[in-house]
């Protein structure tokens, strides 16, 4: 892959309330903040400790909403369903189909979709889930990023401490075949996200630690909690790693190859 790779992408709002119902402006707040982190231009860089900074990576992917539908008419790129639904299953992908409330993909080799909806839970799941994604090689049918619209970009109803876009670049990153760094193991140190460069570590890290935070002997620099594939709150994460640009990079030459060229 040589020079940068366009995803075009349509976010179909589903929702039931007016309130959401979001706005353009919150919708391209999301768009500018993938294209912020994905070419490693986001502002807060600056903040990844010292130690790490030369594994910083740009994955030279953009992204814009589509121009074009899939009959080739001229569209925004969103997509504007009301539901009578308040919450959607993610077991169930409900948020999907039009017959169960949500609206159909777009076809997967040609758009990521992104589905904004009212709230997502899980029923083997107390928490509220932020956001959830399909790693590639699954249907074309549920293919995509589905996120609560509270979650969803910068302005409008997104909420601290997830109104910083960084829900959506987590479940991207999904979308392009990455894991956690911390190997979904639990909290054990056996677990592992395939990349060299992400440091072993236990669990999930939550909120905003303060660097360094330490794991499975991996001082002294400890969890690479500032990455976007940690659990941390949007402010405290910054980065992608050189390791897992190479893995996005893979899954661009191979699952996803279609936005290629
Ligand atoms: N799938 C995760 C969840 O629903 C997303 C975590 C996103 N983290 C964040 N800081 N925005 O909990
Ligand atoms: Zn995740
Ligand atoms: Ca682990």
Known sequence: RVGLTHIPVVVHVVFHTAEQ?????????????????????????????????????????????????????????????????????????????SSSGGHDAWPDDRYLNLWVCPRIFDPKDPNEILGYAQFPGGPAETDGVVIGHQFFGTTGTAAAPFNGGRTTTHEVGHWLNLLHIWGDDGNGCNGSDLVMDTPNSGGPNFQAPHFPRLSCSNGPDGDMFVNYMDYTDDKSMFMFTQGQVARMEATLDSARSSFNG
């Open 21 to 97: 119902n979001i706005g353009e402006s919150q919708i391209t707040s999301q768009i500018d903040v993938l294209n912020q982190d994905y070419r490693a231009l986001n502002p807060d860089i600056d903040k990844v400790p010292e130690v790490w900074k030369p594994l910083v990576a740009d994955s030279r992917i953009e992204f814009h909403l589509a121009t074009h539908d899939p009959q080739g008419q001229p569209t925004d790129g969103i997509t504007r369903t009301q539901t009578q639904a308040t919450k959607f299953n993610i077991r169930t992908n409900a948020v999907k189909h």
